[in-house]
């Protein structure tokens, strides 16, 4: 039996290196103080973690590795030391999974990065540094001065490799300076040529949602009193001054997607929609009322600033477009939007007459190009603003972005590997025609993603949505029609994404960015480190086995910011070899090979309107034309072999209001076979089951979305349903004992940027 480290009174007495300060009362008794690092108080009589004031959620044993790590810091502390303080030496316990554990939830709670740390660094085969500058925070209130841990002979504290975070404490608060380094940003020349530091600014946690309950939206009101938010439990107003927190009722089954507010501060404009369905628009208001139907397609609504008119997105994916309705919700029309467009937040100049946005393009199988635009609302006339050359990989395309009141356009940007799961807020000066006045300037530089922005009236409060996103490896046992539990193997903190097992079923194959590119790794289900199988300077992605299961085959990409150039489809021996180029071409999307005895191999290229599969032998190159889909968006297209080789199975992702079905392909025959998936809005990926007579699907939606069994009739069964996760697809063992999910998350919560 696994025992607790002890009860939360006994944590101030574990700290034997702190430097002992003297009560003031003159007693003489020797009590540790608080410890300050950064934005961070560790209370270590009361035992809690606090950010800028607020109580951050952490668990027994990240506590205690957070305390013994204070103890030392930018000294190595050693994972046998934390062995001996986290557990006793009778106790029977994984301890190297555990202890990776607790290091995972201790990195999520200060919203740190194991790749890119800013507090906790890992040593290579040793242990822990703790990086940041610690001091003793007086508890009494009288402002004394605060001691720095180290001693005067230690060695200087290190500094995060990619940005520095400076803390200036003071009597009265800890002021936040954020200072803004070239980092090869994902913008075109304003961000290349030179960016200029923010000036301080205070920068505040106004929620503090767990992980399994992230902040959907949020949007402070123009008059900078309230913030509007939504959660897994509702939808509510908060009172930033006081935190004074009510629930705003809204129309029963519906959930609260963005929100835009009124310039009188006392009602707003939501999203709201059920899970699958497309957004309607809602006036809602914010103290007391029934919400009022606007539009029946509407999302990411847009409220002019004299109230009068209402931009909003319509359309699904990579159909999206740009509309404008009046306040009351007559005279709809659109601005902007053609195929293949995917729209962000949108944005009103001051003056009523421009409205900004980012749009994005999908350039090939992976990548995105994208700008921020502006349309002018009397004339329809579209200017560019700034180039985006990639907008991140497996990214959301909807980078969120305000326009306040004194001119200055507010947008988020994706870092620079290896922090390519972090966006940051910049600014940047518009004249009153929408032009540039100067250089951009970073305002934040926080791990996590901006999720939204929104501005109160004079510009000076920005409220921002940001979270972390936790793409990983989960693995099940499927046991009869059901599976057990999933459970996540990835223990990092990076994008990790299943596409094949090792023959014998015990390993997974899959994708991961942990070094900053995507490489392939392998591993085990009962380890918790994977190993790397093949990696280099460019992005490897869909490793797949030969149908014999001795070749690794995996397609080379262009980095993500370079040119399109061609894509190479290579084979290395899975047993370990050099690597060898089976063939290469542009635009190749995917491949997947059948299992012995069958030996089929499929690729898949995407040009102008046309989605084509060619066979290929891993060992002697390209084959011929197998089938080809007509479409003008082949983008939207998902297909699988089946491990017999005999069937192709072929789905169009959501795109319309109309069943979702799968085109079955007879590779034997000219028969070929629809099934109507009934009762679901649409699929979003398609995966054999290693016996070939099922599918597997994830259903469209967000978080709890649903993992389906499909059968070659076109019965849907859910067979697991994540509720604050999302499920993407499974890939089964070739033995059919396993499957290997690719599941996401996000924790996420509210912040406020004030300027001066």
């Not at 001065?145 to 005067?152: C, G, H, V, Y």
């Not at 999206?320 to 939007?337: D, H, I, S």
């Not at 084509?612 to 197998?626: E, I, Y």
Request: charged share 20%; net charge neutral.
């Amino acid at each position: 039996m696994i025992t607790g480290i002890g009860d939360m009174e006994n944590r101030a007495h574990r700290l034997p290196n702190l430097e002992a300060v003297r009560n003031r009362n003159g007693s003489g008794v020797e009590t540790p103080r608080a410890l300050r690092f950064g934005v961070f108080e560790l209370d270590l009589h009361a035992g809690e973690l606090r950010r800028n004031g607020m109580r951050v959620r952490l668990q027994e044993q990240p506590f205690q590795v957070l305390t013994q790590l204070l103890e030392s810091p930018g000294h190595v502390v050693t994972r046998e030391e934390l062995r001996g303080r986290l557990w006793p030496a009778d106790t029977f316990v994984d301890f190297d999974h555990s202890l990776n554990a607790a290091i995972r939830r201790l990195r999520d709670a200060l919203g740190d990065s194991a790749e890119n740390p800013t507090f906790v660094e890992t040593v290579a085969r040793r242990g822990y540094r703790f990086l940041a500058p610690v001091s003793l925070a007086p508890t009494n209130g009288n402002g004394g001065i605060a001691f720095p841990l180290a001693s005067a002979d230690s060695p200087p504290l290190p500094v995060s490799r990619f940005h520095a975070l400076w803390i200036v404490a003071s009597a009265a608060a800890v002021a936040l300076v954020l200072i803004g380094l070239k980092l090869g940003l994902l913008l075109g020349q304003h961000h290349s040529a030179s960016s200029s530091s923010a000036a301080p600014v205070r920068i505040s946690r106004l929620t503090a949602n767990p992980a399994d309950d992230p902040v959907r939206t949020a949007a402070v009101s123009r008059d900078g009193r309230y913030l509007a938010f939504s959660d897994e439990t509702g939808f509510y107003l908060r009172q930033i001054e006081t935190g004074e927190t009510h629930a705003i009722r809204l129309p029963p089954g519906l959930m609260a997607g963005k929100a835009s507010w009124f310039p009188d501060s006392a009602h707003l404009v939501l999203a709201l929609t059920r899970r699958g369905q497309t957004p309607s628009l809602w006036e809602v208001p914010a103290l007391g009322g029934e919400a009022r139907k606007l539009s029946d397609d509407g999302n990411s609504p847009a409220v002019s600033p004299d109230g009068k008119q209402i931009a909003f997105i319509t359309g699904n994916r990579m159909r999206n477009q740009v509309w404008l309705m009046a306040a009351n919700a007559e005279q709809p029309r659109k601005l902007v939007g053609e195929d293949g467009d995917v729209f962000g937040a949108l944005a009103w100049s001051a003056d009523g007459a421009r409205i900004a946005y980012t749009r994005g393009r999908v350039s090939y199988s992976f990548g995105v190009k994208g700008a921020i635009e502006f349309v002018d609302t009397r004339n329809l006339q579209v200017s560019p603003l700034l180039d985006v050359n990639r907008m991140g990989w497996f990214r959301s395309l909807d980078g969120p972005l305000t326009w306040s009141s004194d001119g200055r356009l507010i947008y988020s940007l994706v870092e620079a590997p290896p922090r390519q799961l972090d966006s940051n807020l910049w600014s940047l000066a518009l004249d009153p025609g929408g032009h540039p006045t100067g250089d951009p300037v970073r305002l934040t530089s926080d791990p996590g993603a901006v999720q939204d922005i929104s501005t109160s009236g004079d510009g000076k409060r920005i409220a921002y949505l940001k979270g972390v996103p936790q793409p990983d490896v989960y693995v099940a046992r499927l046991e009869g029609q059901n599976i057990s539990e999933p459970v996540r193997i990835t223990l990092d903190d990076r994008q990790d994404l299943p596409y094949d097992w090792t023959p014998d079923g015990k390993a997974v194959l899959f994708i991961s960015d942990r070094t900053g590119m995507f490489n392939v790794y392998r591993q085990a289900v009962d380890q918790a480190v994977p190993d790397l199988v093949a990696g280099g300077s460019h992005p490897y992605l869909a490793p797949r086995l030969s149908p014999d299961g001795t070749q690794l085959l995996y397609l080379v990409y262009p980095n993500w910011t370079d040119s399109i150039s061609s894509i190479s489809l290579m084979r290395m021996p899975l047993a370990g070899g050099a690597p060898q180029e089976v063939l290469e071409g542009k635009w190749i999307s995917n491949q997947q090979c059948a299992r012995a005895p069958a030996t089929l191999c499929l690729y898949s290229i995407e040009t102008e309107g046309k989605l084509t599969l060619l066979s290929f032998d891993p060992m002697k190159g390209t084959g011929a034309q197998v089938y080809q889909v007509q479409d003008t968006l082949p983008q939207l297209y998902n297909w699988s072999l089946s491990p017999d080789g005999t069937t192709l199975a072929i789905a169009k992702g959501k795109d319309g209001g109309e069943e979702p079905r799968i085109h079955l392909v007879s590779l034997n025959s000219a028969r070929e076979k629809w099934l109507s998936i009934r009762g679901w809005t649409g699929v979003g990926s398609l995966d054999w089951a290693a016996d070939s007579k099922s599918l597997w699907a994830s259903s469209v939606g967000d978080e709890g979305n649903a993992l389906l069994n499909i059968d070659l009739r076109g019965n849907a069964r859910v067979v697991w349903r994540p509720r604050t996760r999302s499920v993407y697809w499974a890939i089964p063992s070739r033995d059919g004992r396993r499957l290997a999910l690719h599941v996401g998350s996000t924790s996420a919560n509210a912040w406020m940027l004030e300027r001066p």
